[in-house]
Structures are given as structure tokens and as C-alpha cells.
């Protein structure tokens, strides 16, 4: 089955910006309209009101897949009923402490999703349209593995 | 004047999941303990619930580079009164749709503040310490540009 063009008229411009808060937190504001919060932990100066800059980066990275996959999924007309993905991010022992390997973990539930369906459904996401994974695979090796929990059909997980 | 290891004792390790709401949307955990909330547009399936994962990776890159620079200028023991930083990335017109430019405005309010502190300051940052930048630059132009907004010594910006 072939795909074609799963998300149309994605906005060509992507905006943020952010305030500081005085010490190592901001408050972040998304260009469509969401605020969300980053700061240090207590050790690094901040006062952990917020997510890390590094783990925004791999919830990023996860949403971006995740959204891929559930769109692949359901047009392959699979009865995906549930999906969590792990990520384990391993940084560098020297600055600038980049990722050096990204491990991601889907776990899923349904009653008829096959080995086959997951691999399809992730390759053709972090290969080629999850643009988030389009970037940091380039500089930085992304393993993944999955699980699923059977269901029975219709049943919720 | 150099900044010898500003931050200490970085996780090797960065960890995040995410819970699929059903449509687009994820329920997004960090491992430092914050949720925000991930969500695509109504035009591609979503709720509009949160952030973009595109939005989430200039966030990512904007509070990394921000804590950064607040740590540079204070320890250089500079008046800094206020900073906002503005991320305007522009994607490819092709899948994966990846960010060919991210361009910064930092807007800095402050007594003292001279075009070669800040200069210096960003540039250690997204040269040296900013783990985002430091995989975001490989694979992406990042530009950036400054204002400055003087201060009374002590005054509130």
C-alpha cells in the first residue's frame, strides 16, 4: 500500500518564541497557540518548573513518529486501539553532550496488528516522513523496537 | 574570559514517554516529571490540543541556547534584566519537510550589556555547549540576530 502525501499544506514557517523567567526557566509559546514550560534542575541553577531542553527534543521526536504511525496505521485500516513510545536518549560524555544514540520503544494494543503492519508503519515514518527524525538521523543513530498487547476486536485496551 | 564546564553532572541518559490520545494528540511525559501536551492541527486529524512536534524542537533549541546564554552573561556578571528569543524555522517543500534555515531573535533589556558580550555569549552557546544546537547546526542553518534594549543600572526591564 502506498501512501500519498499523508499530511497536506503543512505550514511552510514554524514560529516559537520564549520568555525567561529571571533564573534558567522559560515560559515557551508555541506559534499555535500552546505555552508549555523549560527549566533547569535545582543543581543547574533552575527550579525544575518545566521540562529539559533535551528531553523537549525527544518528545519531538516521539509525537512526530507517533502522529505518523497511528495516520499509517489507520489507513492500512488496522485496529490500533493504543500506542505509548518510550524514548531513551544517550548523550556524549563531552560538551556539547549531543544524543549519540536515540533508542524509541511503541508499545501497542489491537487485535490485528501484525509484525509486519509495526515495521512498514515505523520505517516508513522515521525514513521518510516524520520530520523531526528526518533531521536527527543524520547526526545521531535512532534504534527502535515495539511490543503489542493483543486485544480482542473492538475491545478497548 | 572562560567558562570552564557551566553545567556539571548532566544525565547521560534522557528519558520521555507518550500516551496517544486516539487521534493526533499525545499525552507527553518527561522524565524529570512534567507533562505537556502534543497535538496536531484539525486540518490533519487532531484536536489542537498542543504544541506541534515541530514547534516542540525550536523550543527545544530555544531554552536550551537560553539557558546557556543566562549563564554566560551572568557569570561575565552582567545586568541582565530580560531575554526573549524568537525561532522562526523554515521547512523543505519536500518530505520529511525538515528545517532547511532556523533563524533567532534574541531580545536581551540591561544596563551594561555590549554587542560583544552578547556576541560571545551566543556564540559559545551554539558553537560549544547547546546540546540542541550542537545536533540542530549538522543538518541546518541556524542564523541568528540580537537586540538590545537599554536599562537604568537596577531598574526593572
Do not use: A, Q, S
Given at each position: 500500500m502506498k501512501i500519498r502525501e499523508p499530511y497536506k499544506k503543512l505550514p511552510k514557517i514554524v514560529e516559537t518564541s520564549i520568555e525567561w523567567n529571571g533564573a534558567m526557566g522559560f515560559k515557551c509559546n508555541s506559534g499555535s497557540g500552546h505555552e508549555i514550560l523549560a527549566d533547569a534542575s535545582a543543581h543547574h541553577g533552575g527550579q525544575d518548573g518545566g521540562a529539559r531542553p533535551m528531553e523537549l527534543l525527544l518528545l519531538a521526536l516521539t509525537s512526530c513518529t507517533g502522529m505518523d504511525v497511528a495516520t499509517f496505521l489507520k489507513k492500512r485500516k488496522r485496529d490500533l486501539r493504543d500506542m505509548k513510545i518510550s524514548a531513551h536518549g544517550?548523550?556524549?560524555?563531552?560538551?556539547?553532550?549531543?544524543?549519540?544514540?536515540?533508542?524509541?520503544e511503541y508499545v501497542f494494543a489491537g487485535s490485528d496488528l501484525t509484525d509486519d503492519d509495526i515495521r512498514w508503519a515505523i520505517d516508513l515514518s522515521l525514513d521518510k516522513y516524520c520530520s523531526v527524525a528526518g533531521m536527527?538521523?543524520?547526526?545521531?543513530r535512532i534504534n527502535y523496537h515495539w511490543k503489542v498487547n493483543k486485544t480482542a476486536p473492538g475491545a478497548k485496551a
Open positions: 544517550r548523550r556524549t560524555p563531552n560538551h556539547p553532550h549531543v544524543f549519540e544514540t536515540i533508542t524509541l536527527l538521523r543524520k547526526v545521531c
